[in-house]
Antibody, heavy 125, light 113 residues
Framework: QVQLGESGGGVVQPGTSLTVSCAAS????????MHWVRQAPGKGLEWVAS????????SYADSVKGRFTISRDNSENTLYLQMSSLRVEDTAVYYC??????????????????WGQGTMVTVSS | DIVMTQSPDSLAVSLGERATINCKSS????????????LAWYQQKPGQPPKLLIY???TRESGVPDRFSGSGSGTDFTLTVSSLQAEDVAVYYC?????????FGQGTKLEIK
């Protein structure tokens, strides 16, 4: 069945780097735009970044721009989020999520229908 | 950025009664060229990821019970649970996907009275 599974979370110190991954299965990964959304403990949802189906178009929240990089490997059906210069306020569960429809057209905006279970990133000294 | 504001922050409703959650966007999320409202509703239960319930403001996702309905247009939207069931206890979020940054409401916690 259609699934997303995040990995790579952990406890890191402020100012360091970490990369989290999202493995996709059960659908044609290369035809869907993908997203990262995070949720700080006890807080609401915050969209972090998006990437087009082919990786050519990327968008970021202002809170992470210049520090985080979203990327994908369509041959491996995997989405990545490289996080650098981590701050205490980046502590959150990081979810990957899929656009509801496969649209091999950049710039189409869609809701997010499939979400992974999330991976916890804790930034603490 | 488009700011999404939900009301109330929490809501307690008796089993079988109606629950109504409101969502207001700081600017219209209605795209005039296709007459679609770029507004979704998600349900999140403790320890679980969000689940898409409603998109295009009023289209129910496959498998979502028909007691869930969405309405509204432009800047004002509503999620209604027509007859609350025990399994509907959750936090509900609205989200605009009209433009990046995609933004979510702060969430509404729905409980049983």
């Amino acid at each position: 069945q259609v699934q997303l599974g995040e990995s790579g979370g952990g406890v890191v110190q402020p100012g360091t780097s970490l990369t989290v991954s999202c493995a996709a299965s059960g659908f044609t990964f290369s035809t869907y735009a993908m997203h990262w959304v995070r949720q700080a403990p006890g807080k609401g949802l915050e969209w972090v970044a998006s990437i087009s189906y082919d990786g050519s178009d990327k968008s970021y929240a202002d809170s992470v721009k210049g520090r985080f990089t979203i990327s994908r490997d369509n041959s491996e059906n995997t989405l990545y989020l490289q996080m650098s210069s981590l701050r205490v306020e980046d502590t959150a569960v990081y979810y990957c999520a899929r656009d509801r429809e496969a649209t091999m057209v950049r710039g189409v905006k869609l809701p997010l229908d499939i979400w992974g279970q999330g991976t916890m990133v804790t930034v603490s000294s | 950025d488009i700011v999404m504001t939900q009301s109330p922050d929490s809501l307690a409703v008796s089993l079988g009664e109606r629950a109504t959650i409101n969502c207001k966007s700081s600017q219209s999320v209605l795209y005039s060229s296709n007459n679609k409202n770029y507004l979704a509703w998600y349900q999140q239960k403790p320890g679980q990821p969000p689940k898409l319930l409603i998109y295009w403001a009023s289209t129910r996702e496959s498998g979502v019970p028909d007691r869930f309905s969405g309405s509204g247009s432009g800047t004002d939207f509503t999620l209604t649970v027509s007859s609350l069931q025990a399994e509907d206890v959750a936090v509900y979020y609205c989200q605009q996907y009209y433009t990046t940054p995609y933004t979510f409401g702060q969430g509404t916690k729905l409980e049983i009275k």
